[in-house]
């Protein structure tokens, strides 16, 4: 980690209707990047409704009560600014950049449309056949689908399991008034962290977001309660026909608060990070089995999951499983090499770092863990935890979370039978 990223302070001060400001101050550059958080996202969804954050994260910023579509568009574009929305597992964000004489007026922007979102209908009639059109395309092709298939495995009707976008269905059942609700229920000062990173002082955006912000009031709160993830450690396989078959198995894994999450991330890194990971190695360059090969554990509020995956040829599927597996599980036995741990540790670390450069970068990192309920301590905490994460801890992990997967294969008929002779 750079001294320079390690000296960064942020200020934190939380406004009197509850919303939390971050300021970091960063003159190197003529430039302000803002992020607005609100907890929740994808995770406050139910079955007949998913897909309802993904519609309103594309509707927001499709008019308001003083501006229409063309109008905001206008704004943005006519001083060279960028803003947007984006709904996550864990929240729901609107990012805005720009250079620092235009950040008033765009903070004013964001806040009409964040507080005042119109939804016109003539809007959400378009966006609705985009996304059906998205669904049906990602229908396609074979990642998705065993990814979308190992969700249900994994959580079943937990929104963790619900694929971002919907299904068609749920997404032809969506009507502007839950979009009013969702905006009214979830888009809130009392769940709304703002993060600002760039050349301006702390007393100076605290006004402007105050002057933004200071006035919204939260409605009554109404809760929601996510049901436990329903975990199968089943094979389901859809048949398509493709050259190439994917391959994909799933743990759950520990959510952000659990201490084994730092020993989790460095399996992680270890097994599916670049092209000097373990399975890359393993399973691509010394095997021959993999067109890609990879693996990923996500950061979330609840249960996470650890997911590797693999591209390859029909006629290796079966060994493919196999191999994804044993790579994966042979960690409860075979401990990582003290080399192994630090190599792990400093490209985790080094990457961490990297990604903390930019204003914008600074704004996401922080609101994001501000959000997530972490604090901005959990910046250094983090890179304590890594540090701390012995040999031992990497394989008591890897007993405890590496057991019997949910598998998740797609491919021709050929390949499907290579898996089941596998089970």
């Known amino acids: 980690m750079s001294l320079a990223v390690s000296q960064r302070i942020s200020d934190r001060l939380v406004l009197s209707n509850g919303i939390v400001v971050l300021v970091t101050e960063n003159p190197t550059a003529d430039i302000i990047a803002a992020r607005c958080f609100f907890a929740g996202g994808e995770r406050v969804e139910t079955p007949a409704k998913s897909g309802l954050t993904h519609l309103a994260s594309s509707l927001l910023t499709r008019g308001t009560e003083r501006y229409s579509s063309l109008e905001i568009a206008e704004q943005v574009e006519s001083i060279g600014a960028s803003l947007g929305t984006e709904a996550s597992s864990d929240y729901f964000v609107l990012s805005l950049k720009t250079i620092t004489s235009d950040f008033h007026d765009m903070l004013l922007l964001g806040s009409e449309i964040l507080r005042s979102p119109s939804f016109p209908n003539s809007e959400l009639d378009l966006e609705r056949r985009l996304t059906i059109q998205s669904i049906r395309s990602q229908q396609e092709r074979p990642f998705t689908i065993a990814y979308d298939r190992l969700q249900h495995l994994m959580y079943g009707d937990h929104p963790y399991g619900f694929s971002s976008l919907g299904t068609e269905a749920s997404v032809r059942a969506i009507t502007r008034e839950d979009l009013v609700d969702f905006h009214r229920q979830h888009l809130r000062p009392d769940q709304m962290v703002v993060s600002i990173a760039g050349k301006i002082s702390s007393a100076q955006a605290i006004a402007l977001v105050e002057e933004a912000f200071g006035d919204w009031q939260s409605p009554q709160s109404v809760g929601f309660n996510t049901p436990e993830p329903n975990f199968q450690p089943l094979l389901v396989t859809h048949q398509q ?183």
């Open 241 to 423: 026909d493709t050259q190439q078959a994917i391959v994909m198995i799933g743990y759950p894994a520990p959510s952000v608060h659990s201490p084994d999450y730092a020993a989790i991330k460095i399996i992680s890194t270890y097994l599916g990070n670049g092209l000097s990971s373990r399975l890359f190695v393993e399973l691509r360059e010394k095997r021959g089995l993999a067109y890609e090969v990879s693996a990923f554990y996500p950061t979330r509020l609840e249960t996470s999951q650890f997911v590797a995956y693999m591209g390859t040829a029909s006629q290796n599927t079966g060994t493919a499983l196999a191999g994804l597996r044993h790579e994966c599980e042979r960690l409860a036995n075979t401990p990582l090499t003290a080399e192994e741990l630090s190599t792990c540790k400093s490209k985790l670390l080094g990457q961490y770092a990297l990604g903390k450069q930019t204003n914008s970068q600074i704004a996401q990192v922080y609101g994001w863990y501000e959000v997530m309920g972490l604090g901005l301590e959990f910046d250094h905490k983090f890179v304590e935890a890594i540090e701390a994460v012995t040999e031992a801890d990497v394989q008591n992990v890897a007993q405890k979370y590496f057991t019997t997967p949910a598998i998740s294969v797609v491919g021709s008929s050929d390949a499907l039978k290579l898996v089941h002779c596998h089970e």
